[in-house]
Each structure stands twice: as C-alpha cells, then as structure tokens.
C-alpha cells in the first residue's frame, strides 16, 4: 500500500506507475534509459501489478517478460515456463511468443537427458505440454517446443550475470525457427517438436 506522498496508477500493461519526492532522478549518464523510466512525470517501474479494493499493490511480474500474441492477448511466461520446469528432461526453458499464432517452448536439456533417444524425450514433453496446455487459456497454450543441446551461460550471454535468462537472445538465436513451427502448429491443429542442434 503506497505511504506518505507516494502517489501511484496503473499505466498500459498493467504497469505500475510511481509519483514521489524521493523517486530516482534516473540513470547516471544514460539519457536515453531515464527517458523509458521517467514519462510524462511518472516513474515506470517496469512491475506488473493488481491493486486490490483495500488500496494493496500486488506484483504479478515484469512488463518486459509479456508477450502479446498475433491475437492480440497478453501471455505471462513466468508460471508457464515453472510448470514445464517440472519436465524430467528439462534444465532450462523460455517461452516466446511475441506476435506468433501460438506460444513456443524452447527448453535445453539436461545432461541425462542429452543421451536418450530423442523419441523418450519427445514423449515426455509432449505430456508435459499436455498437462500445461489442459489447464491454461486457449491463447497462452503451448504449440510446440524446441529442444536444445546447448546449455545457456553467462559466456553464451544467454544469461546475465545474476543468472536470468536474456529473453532478447533466445529470441534472436531461436525466433526464426520458432515463429516457423508455430505457424506449422497453427496449420495442423497439432504440436509441433523440433531439435535445434
């Protein structure tokens, strides 16, 4: 709940905006970064936020891991990503999405799994999309997933240093494909699998 002369709103996206005195005048020497933070005398937090009835703000997210789809609905990775982390053969995993026909998992695999047949790794992430897509919206639901032999490193800058995933650069590694076999799942009504190697 904002205290004092904090003065907060929602913005687009759901995002939280902050009005006080003791807001950051912005980024040392980084004009172009201070003028995405600070618009119209708002501060962008860069939150995605809910305000209950009692005045309560409570963070849902981060603006910049939402996608909107060719549909024109906004999908959260975030929980989509945990759930298919729950696949044995998974050690990382990033949804995109971004102006697709269908979402895309695109998941490395862990090391065990680097030497199964390809066929016992497709299974199980076909019944963990399964599972996923049986419980979340129609829009968000996942339409195929790439597998990835490669790890994703702070050395690859796939990660950063705090070990967070660079979604901008699983775009650019992997968008291509992606985008392809969404458009491929959209066509057949099925989902579509596919090694990236």
Known sequence: ???????????????????????TPGYYN????????????WLHTGDKVRIDDDGFIFITGRVKDYFKTIQGKFVAPPPIEGRFADNPHSEQQCLLGRGYSKTVMV?????????????????AALATVDSINSEIEKHARIGAVIFSREPWTIENEILTPTMKIRREQI?????????RIARKSAEAGSIQLHWFD
């Open 107 to 123: 998941t490395v695999l862990n090391e065990p799994a680097r030497a199964l047949p390809r066929e016992e790794v497709e299974a």
């Open 30 to 41: 980084r004009p172009e970064k201070t003028a995405e933070l600070w618009q119209d005398g």
């Open 171 to 179: 775009e650019n590694k992997f968008g291509e494909s992606a985008e």
């Open 1 to 23: 709940k904002p205290a004092g002369e904090v003065q907060v709103r929602i913005g687009d996206n759901d995002e939280l905006l902050i009005k006080a005195e003791g807001c």
